[in-house]
């Protein structure tokens, strides 16, 4: 058995819909186990129902790779609190945007008119420290991970099939094994 070693082909960024992708689900998770925990602190509901809508998808994956640019634009200019600061204001803006609009269809899920402190119902300033620390997290965790994240080919993908009767490819951990 002979075993070789081949250059490996360098790893390709991912895609803009595959990270879009990422921060609709993370977007999409994180609401319904904020909307969850909301209903367990508020009315002591151990069932935990968290809630959202399908619209969340591409709000929230929408919203986060824009911050995901401001990130890119903004990180050797500011400190992260400032840039959380913008992130902040922008998801504000995002929200109510989305909401408004699709308020003119009936079908904005979400409506914030019983907090004291709301605009028209779209948003409300009573969430400022959640978008403030979850932008935080976003920026911290989710940007940075997704960013650094790659699609590469070979039998490590899980998929491709080897060369040529080979056990394994070069791009496998211990080199390619050619069956005699």
Not at 101 to 114: E, H, I, M, T, V
Not at 121 to 144: M, N
């Amino acid at each position: 058995m002979e075993v070789t070693t081949e250059p490996r082909e360098a790893p390709v960024r991912l895609t803009v819909l595959s990270r879009w992708y990422l921060y609709a689900i993370h977007g999409y998770f994180c609401e319904v186990m904020f909307t969850a925990a909301w209903e367990f602190v508020v009315n002591c509901n151990w069932k935990f129902p968290g809630v959202t809508s399908v619209w969340a998808l591409f709000i929230y994956g929408t919203c986060i790779l824009t911050v995901e640019q401001m990130y890119l634009r903004l990180r050797g200019r500011c400190r992260v609190l400032p840039r959380c600061v913008i992130y902040t204001a922008w998801t504000y803006l995002w929200e109510f945007g989305t909401g408004l609009l699709l308020r003119q269809f009936n079908a904005c899920p979400w409506d914030y008119s019983g907090f004291r402190y709301n605009f028209m119902g779209l948003v409300t300033a009573e969430y400022a420290v959640p978008w403030f620390c979850a932008s935080f997290i976003v920026e911290r965790l989710v940007i940075r991970k997704t960013l650094r994240l790659r699609f590469h080919g070979g039998a490590e993908d899980g998929w491709s099939k080897g060369r040529s009767g080979a056990v394994g490819t070069a791009g496998d951990a211990n080199g390619c094994l050619k069956e005699e």
